[in-house]
């Protein structure tokens, strides 16, 4: 990648310099969509070759990053701002390229504290990784 077109990436995931969900940094930087359905959160992005890692894959941490932030997403949109206490991901194929799908659900909802759950799915709708969270409410 060149490096117009890196800072052409970072330029516009500059943005207004919004730091609000559905529109952040990492949000635009990645590409991300993030659309609410009845009880779910569905974050999208198309894989870029900048996402990838040594290997040519999409990077685990950027998937990861979606996870994350759908389940983010699905609590603040129900329930108000929470923090990740904890995140574990299982990586079953790479990605090379198309659009990747984070939907995410509860599995659990406390007063407080929050379990939720988010499958990541490939264009072809193979599912490519799994992320099972704990959150607390701020």
């Known amino acids: 990648m060149e490096e117009a077109q890196v800072r052409e990436l970072v330029v516009a995931a500059m943005g207004d310099g919004r730091h609000e969900f559905g529109s952040f940094f990492l949000s635009r930087f990645f590409g ?9 959160c569905v974050v999208s992005l198309d894989v870029k070759p900048y996402m990838f890692n040594p290997q040519g894959s999409l990077h685990g941490g950027v998937l990861a990053t979606a996870l994350d932030i759908s389940m983010g997403h699905l ?3 129900q329930f ?17 390229s198309g659009l990747v799908t984070c939907r995410t659900r509860f599995l659990k909802k406390g007063r407080k504290t929050f379990f939720l759950q988010s499958a990541a ?18």
């Not at 108000?80 to 090379?96: C, H, N």
């Not at 799915?121 to 701020?138: N, R, V």
């Open 32 to 40: 991300m969509a993030v659309p609410y359905e009845t009880d779910t």
């Open 75 to 77: 609590l603040k949109h």
């Open 80 to 96: 108000g701002a929470g923090a990740t206490l904890e995140m574990k991901v299982q990586y079953f194929a790479p990605v090379r």
């Open 121 to 138: 799915q490939d264009g072809s709708g193979e599912m490519i990784a799994h992320a099972a969270s704990t959150w607390k409410q701020l």
